[in-house]
């Protein structure tokens, strides 16, 4: 290289400079450029979180499941007249049918399956908008757990305290034919079975009023387009 570099003197800088000639670059190594090289066409993307997909398809999968369990619940309403009298050919038992064991009147039954299907479907729809990453779904997630724990764990309440009732009086009306099983027993299955679909019925609510109530992914959601 032919480049020289002028230094002035440290007693006068006012005095005129004597030529350094600057260090010669080593033959067959490449002169370092000034400034980066710069790629055409290639654009750096900020580093994106993948929780919003981990998550989104768990509760894709969840609202599904329960859109085809709604739909199952409303079908199956439409045949419970059909299946006749259960008590058939127990002595002792009481005349009763499939719609005498069930909480509630066909039409109610079917009317709450509708009920938890379009809430499973407001899960569905917000869970897609997770995904594609939508700041809506901050709001859509929030109406649907709100709506989850108070229609389904409600209604869970409802029917499990409706089944204790009923195993009672089949249980005082076999009493007198030695083959019922102990009420107490009866009570706790109940119980156990009122607590698991409790907790089927909140837990992913829960998860998800914990989860985006975090001021870190609220403030993340409420960024995206």
Not at 192 to 208: H, K, N, R, T, W
Request: glycine fraction near 12%.
């Amino acid at each position: 290289m032919n480049d020289e570099v002028n230094a002035g003197t440290p007693d006068d800088p006012q005095a005129p400079s004597e030529t350094v000639p600057a260090s010669p670059q080593p033959p067959g190594v490449p002169a370092m450029p000034s400034s980066p090289p710069v790629v055409q066409g290639v654009v750096a993307r900020p580093h994106q979180s993948t929780w919003p997909t981990v998550v989104g398809i768990c509760l894709l999968v969840y609202g599904s499941l329960n859109a085809l369990g709604g739909f199952c619940g409303i079908v199956g309403t439409f045949f419970v007249g059909a299946l006749g009298d259960i008590s058939a050919g127990q002595p002792g038992a009481p005349d009763m049918t499939v719609a005498d064991m069930m909480p509630a009147s066909p039409i109610v039954m079917a009317v709450m399956s509708l009920v938890m299907g379009s809430i499973a479907g407001l899960l569905i729809v917000s869970s897609t908008g997770l995904l594609r990453r939508r700041s809506w779904c901050l709001k859509a997630l929030m109406v649907y757990a709100v709506a989850k724990i108070v229609v389904g764990g409600s209604w869970t309440i409802y029917q499990g305290f409706k089944q204790v009732s009923m195993i009672n009086e089949m249980v005082d009306a076999q009493a007198g034919q030695g083959g019922a099983p102990p009420q107490a027993f009866m009570s706790s299955i109940t119980a156990l079975s009122i607590g698991f679909g409790f907790l089927y019925q909140v837990a992913v609510p829960v998860f998800v009023l914990i989860w985006f109530m975090r001021t870190k992914i609220r403030d993340e959601v409420m960024g995206w387009d």
